[in-house]
């Protein structure tokens, strides 16, 4: 289904093409259109929902839990039309499911990262919010992709993103001809003297957003290439992808954990069983 008015409170929202009866609470955001289908392999059902443009949407079940999945294309402007208007229809919970350059050298070609928080090296958030303000991942969130990535014996990293607006150069790398821009050396450094884990390109946006909005948001990604040892590799693809989608399962329970124990919110005293 496509949407046919550019009115943001339309039912039907005229981007992404989805209404309230259309989504879950909780939906993955890969960037790739194509990665969408190898993302519902790991449900129980699926239904795909809406296209248009770069955003792709399917809606099903994993292990019993409501899950949506929408790609945005690449860039945080693009994510950030998808986080408006699946908000405007309910959506309440967001996972970045893609793929990352790592920046420190334990940080392995088809490893995940799962982001604590990132640096907001990208235009978007700043057009919503001052600088200074934090792109911060939900702790449930990180917490149930954490779980998962454990369940599944899947090696990863836990720490900082940082979210670029250019492949190229602002991620340090050379642009056509060998260009290089204005202090990429040092920047790459100071990231990685900071303890930042990879480059990626949509998740301080998505996170920031969701910050504001009161909404719950986080990111995996796997590590496609290490910048400090010079691998490169598109291996375990589907890591990520697998990850949030057992997270969103989690999510549900905790969120259910919650509800039974009457609490004001998710914390560690609070058990779940799978």
Known sequence: MTGGSED??????YHVGVGPDDVADSVLLPGNP????????????????????????????HEGAPISVTSTGIGSPSAAIAVEELARVGVDTFLRVGSCGAIQPEASVGDLVISTGAVRQEGTSKEY???????????RVVSALVAAAEELGYDYHLGVTCTTDSFYTGQSRP?????EARDS???????????VLNFEMEAASILTLAGIYGLRAGAVCTVYANRQTGEFRTEGERKAAKCASLAVTYLDLMDEAVEEADADG????LSIER
């Open 8 to 13: 943001p409170n339309d039912d039907v929202q």
């Open 129 to 139: 919010v001052r600088e200074d303000y934090p792109a911060s991942a939900d702790h």
């Open 185 to 195: 050396d040092a920047n790459i450094a100071e990231l990685r003297e900071a303890g």
């Open 175 to 179: 642009g056509f001809d060998g260009f």
């Open 266 to 269: 998710w914390h560690a005293g």
């Open 34 to 61: 194509e990665r969408v289908e190898k993302v519902v392999d790991y449900w129980d059902d699926h239904e795909l929902v809406a296209e248009h443009r770069e955003y792709r949407t399917a809606t099903g079940t």
